[in-house]
């Protein structure tokens, strides 16, 4: 049986009839090109819009509005889901929620704020007798007791009333949870106003010790730390506050701490004497390392840049900009200030509000706004040796293109892993959620295990002080790909822990520039201005004769000691045809050559020189700088110094020069351009490479780093 319909058919732009209780207002009829409207419904149900009849001049009247008027028997109040004709809402409508739908407070939440600011006592009386079954949404506690000790301060009369409902309202805010955050200034805030409603007793009144005793009553009961209901603040609310913490026990709001990870807010090394101890210098170059060392993981939790880059969307974080850009957060519709921006595209980024609300996306369960570096999966093993092997993992957001897994960067060996265990598949990263981290073990067939699901990790690896004896079979777990490569990254950090717990031979700061009164030789250093057309030879002159390095320092004292003695130079024909030349000359000769063979650019030179003076040098710059070419001239220079130094001291013997690479086929094409190299063609001999050979794997195409598909 169909729902009883009002009756009522209006003409020329007539309403329909009310509609009985529970009932759809009634169908408006029109003989005119008129509005028949929905009638009035009773019992909070408004009347349906009328459908028009009309046939004037072959076409029938507009239609009635959706809804009608809510019905004026009972009840004027509107449930949300069931509005009446919209009307501005004021301070009466939040008193008629209150009493009669207190569940809906939510509904009209900036109302509900807006009351706490200059609360009535009508107000304040509602709020105190809503039931304790009612869930109301916490106001700012600052809005709230301000409010209500501003109510305190404007009583002028009815004070015993007024009294009760302030501590009938300030028991009933007992019962909210707090954010654990504002936990002190809650407790504080509820002290005063116990204290401001004294002013409200009046002597002369008969309950005078009643209301006196509830007083202090309340005021004990705020005292006790447990009387305050608090609950954990999420992951939005604290993860961008976070920067306390230590990667070793790092919980996840640590990994998605934009402060920790923007290079805008990273320590800077200078040349130049900048630090005030030792341990200064110690900690910069830790924070350093390690924001380089799980940078992956922090890019993973971090909203990118869309803007369109030769048909791809760009993929860089979105990180604080060192100085103001005034443009607006490209988010659509938002025209709030840009706050984090990409470091490519300067005017691209988004607003703080808006970086929270994609953060806790990428956070989220799997879908189109999760992150494509976050699996989902299941533990299937877990042995005492820290192997812990993971099966059925699948990416929250997997990307366009299907991954060739032998070729790709996804769960690399070795790659770093941040581990996370969740209760459910899917759920929703914490802020607090705790992070192991693991490195992902080397396998005979990883496509096959990669294609059907399974991934297995050495938990001890990155950190040695890992014990847990909770990672069981069949737990969830989130695995968090950094995409670090363990091998490069870890040892450096932990010989860092190393350094920080130990005395550390800089001879007193002196090689950093902490103690300028040292006895050590200073540093030679060389800048881009210092450098001409004309100016190579006088470079490397001025390296050779104040260079640190021993083998160059006791060329000189051998020049210095013995000029004329030629004994020394028998098996060292490279030298005979000039002996009435000091070593020094003709050092400088054979390195301005080889910097003339070599052709190095400008800021090459400056990193060749300033290798040849100082005992500790780093020379670093992104892909195709030319890292590895200087490199091999900087080698071939040592091996010309080794020459000299051994017919300057024999009593050195055959010292080795040692070359290190991470990757195989990185030191093999190394020493493939040594070997091209005149300076070794006596010198075969003596190479002697370590390391096993391997095919270079090709990089992950970028299309499925991002996760996305060419536009």
């Known amino acids: ?109 900036p109302l509900w704020m807006s009351c706490w600011s200059s609360p009535t006592l009508d107000f304040l009386e509602a709020v105190a007798k809503v039931r304790a079954s009612a869930t109301l949404p916490n106001p700012p506690s600052s809005h709230v007791f301000a409010g209500i000790d501003s109510f305190i301060k404007s009583v002028t009369t009815d004070n015993t009333k007024s009294l009760v409902t302030v501590i009938n309202v300030v028991t009933k805010l007992l019962e909210f949870q707090w954010p654990d955050k504002d936990a002190k200034s809650v407790t504080s805030n509820m002290r005063k106003i116990a204290h ?81 101890s030792e341990k200064d210098y110690i900690e910069r170059i830790e924070q350093l390392w390690v924001a380089m060392t799980f940078s992956g993981g922090n890019t993973a939790l971090t909203p990118k840049c869309r803007e369109l880059k030769a048909g791809w969307q760009c993929g860089n974080p979105l990180y604080p900009p060192k100085r103001y850009i005034a443009e607006t957060c490209r988010t659509h519709n938002c025209k709030n200030d840009l706050e984090l921006a990409c470091s490519e595209h300067r005017r691209h980024g988004v607003c703080k509000k808006c970086f929270k609300d994609c953060s806790s996306k990428l956070r989220g369960p799997p879908g189109p706004g999760a992150s494509t570096d976050i699996y989902d999966g299941v533990i299937q093993s877990y042995h005492q040796d820290g192997k812990l092997t993971v099966s059925h993992f699948a990416s929250r957001n997997p990307p366009n293109v299907a991954v060739n897994w032998k070729t790709t960067a996804r769960l690399a060996s070795p790659n770093i892993v941040a581990v996370i265990k969740v209760t459910n ?87 950093i520039g902490v103690d300028s009164e040292s006895d050590l030789p200073a540093s030679t250093v060389v800048v881009k ?83 040849l003076c100082n005992t500790v040098h780093l020379t670093q710059g992104p892909p195709g700088t030319g890292k590895s070419y200087f490199g091999v001239a900087l080698v071939r220079a040592l091996i010309i110094i080794r020459e000299y130094w051994m017919a300057a001291v024999p009593s050195v013997g055959e010292p080795p020069i040692l070359v290190l690479s991470y990757k195989n086929h990185a030191i093999d094409e190394f020493l493939l351009d040594l070997i091209r190299c005149n300076e070794l063609r006596n010198s075969l001999h003596s190479l002697v490479r370590f390391g096993t050979t391997q095919e270079q794997s090709s990089n992950a195409s970028a299309n499925e780093a991002n996760g996305t598909t060419k536009k």
């Open 1 to 109: 049986m169909g729902v009883p319909r009002g009756k009522g058919n209006g003409k020329a732009a007539a309403k329909g009839g009310n509609g009985k209780p529970t009932a759809k207002g009634g169908k408006g009829n029109s003989w005119q090109p008129a509005n028949g409207g929905g009638g009035k419904g009773k019992n909070n149900f408004g009347g349906k819009g009328g459908n028009n009849k009309g046939n004037y001049n072959k076409n029938g009247g507009k239609g009635g509005s959706n809804s009608g008027k809510g019905g004026k028997n009972t009840n004027s109040y509107t449930p949300p889901n069931n509005p009446g004709k919209n009307k501005k809402h004021n301070p009466q409508t939040m008193l008629k929620v209150l009493r009669e739908a207190p569940d809906d407070v939510s509904v009209y939440n």
């Open 425 to 511: 598949h899917g759920d929703i990263l914490q802020a607090s959620d705790r992070i192991m981290w693991g490195e992902v073990m080397k396998e005979d067939y990883i496509e096959q295990e990669r294609r059907s699901g399974r991934v297995r990790l050495d938990m001890c690896s990155v950190n040695l002080d890992f014990e847990t004896d909770d990672l069981e079979q069949g737990t969830n777990v989130v695995l968090i790909d950094c995409k670090g490569f363990a091998p490069e990254w870890v040892p450096a950090l932990r010989a860092l822990q190393t350094m920080a717990k130990t005395e550390v031979p800089l001879k007193n700061g002196a090689y």
């Open 529 to 611: 201005d210092d450098i001409t057309d004309t100016s190579v030879r006088s470079l490397v002159e001025k390296a050779v004769r104040e260079s640190n390095l021993k083998p160059l320092v006791d060329i000189r004292n051998h020049n210095e000691s013995d000029d004329d003695d030629d004994d020394d130079d028998d098996g060292f024909a490279y030298y005979r045809n000039d002996q009435h030349r000091s070593f020094s000359d003709k050092l400088i000769d054979d390195l301005t050559d080889l910097v003339n063979e070599t052709t190095l650019d400008d800021m090459q030179l400056v990193s060749f020189i300033n290798a």
């Open 196 to 276: 401001s409603s004294r002013g409200l007793l009046d002597f002369d009144a008969k309950n005078y010790d009643d209301l006196s005793a509830k007083i202090n009553d309340f005021e004990d009961t705020v005292r006790k730390s447990w009387s305050i209901k608090l609950k954990v603040t999420t992951a939005e609310e604290t993860i961008d506050s976070a920067e306390d913490g230590r990667w070793e026990t790092a919980q996840l709001k640590w990994l998605a701490n934009s402060k920790i990870f923007a290079p805008t807010k990273l320590p800077s090394l200078q040349v130049e004497s900048c630090y005030s």
